[in-house]
């Protein structure tokens, strides 16, 4: 067992949560904080030097994210073993969560070095407490896999849970992954929380259907917590119980379709254009 307690002569990790969108929602600890620090340690440099400058706190910055955090913690390690005290900032939000950081919280605890949590906004949080769905328990999974095929066999090891789920979800993905929540979980409600505290903020309720239906018209821009309720497995139609595959395979035995027919029926069935469909036909062979 490690126990780690800051104090004034030795270096310490700050990890300050940032607003998501709207620059008030910062607390006056985090304020107070990023002012007394010796350096800031960002995702964006450039992201972050808008919340100083609305707040006149000039600081050093450097640099902190996926793509240079192998080289950039055992950097930081030295300067915090020096006795600089340094903060880590994600681009909104609070670091670590879904976000670079993890990399170097475990090498400072490593080295006895106090990392100190200043909490505040985080975005699967505050979209969750305005959905309208159950919170008392909740599953955050963060960003599904890119890949279809991944995607779907995350969503496969789901489709037993109960609990509401929450995901982060980039605008030019949020159709595709609506399609497979709802050909996979089935007919959930679900909401899509959009630009949470930011000017066009705006949440979308309805079952998943009704989400990608809305997607397909008109697809949401911006940054994007898709939030998904708890499924009534006792309740679900036949048809959406079973895989595309074996939805097809059910019609085309039991109803007597050719193949095509079978596929467009059971593309209606679960909201999907018959391409689509298709495709994911092809994933699951």
């Known amino acids: ?24 929602d910062i607390s006056l600890r985090a304020l107070r904080i990023l002012k007394e620090v010796d350096l800031i340690a960002c995702e964006d440099t450039r992201q972050t030097q808008k919340l100083l400058h609305h ?11 996926a ?13 915090l073993e020096r006795g600089v005290k340094a903060a880590l900032l994600s681009d909104a939000g609070t670091p670590v969560i ?30 969750m407490a305005a959905s309208g769905l159950p919170c008392e328990e909740f599953l ?34 949020i159709v595709e992954t609506l399609a497979d929540a709802l050909d996979i979980l089935g007919p959930r409600p679900a909401v899509i929380a959009r ?27 911006g940054e ?24 097809v395979a059910q019609l085309e035995s039991g109803e007597g379709l050719d193949r095509k027919a079978a596929l467009k029926q059971a593309a209606r069935e679960r909201g999907l254009a018959k391409r689509e469909a298709y495709k994911r036909l092809l994933l699951e062979r």
């Not at 707040?55 to 994210?65: G, T």
């Not at 949470?196 to 949401?220: M, N, Q």
């Not at 309720?229 to 895989?243: E, T, Y």
């Open 1 to 24: 067992m490690t126990q780690t307690t800051p104090n004034d002569e030795a270096g310490c990790l700050y990890l300050v949560a940032t607003p998501i969108g709207n620059l008030e």
């Open 55 to 65: 707040y006149e706190i000039r600081k050093e910055l450097v640099s902190y994210h």
């Open 67 to 79: 793509h240079n955090e192998l080289t950039r913690a055992p950097e930081l390690i030295i300067e």
């Open 98 to 127: 879904s976000d670079p950081g993890h990399r170097l919280v475990t090498l400072c605890l490593r080295h006895e070095i106090p990392v100190i949590p200043i909490p505040g906004p985080s975005a699967f949080v505050t979209a």
């Open 140 to 173: 955050f999974i963060g960003f599904l896999p890119s890949r279809p095929g991944e995607r779907r066999k995350a969503l496969e090891g789901l489709k037993a849970e109960q609990r509401t789920l929450a995901f982060y979800e980039s605008p030019h993905r």
């Open 195 to 221: 630009e949470v505290t930011k000017i066009h903020e705006e949440f979308l309720r309805g079952s998943l259907a009704e989400l990608l239906d809305a997607a397909r018209k008109r697809a949401p821009r």
């Open 224 to 247: 994007i917590t898709l939030l998904i309720g708890a499924g009534s497995p006792d309740k679900l139609p036949a048809n959406q119980s079973v895989s595309l595959k074996q939805r």
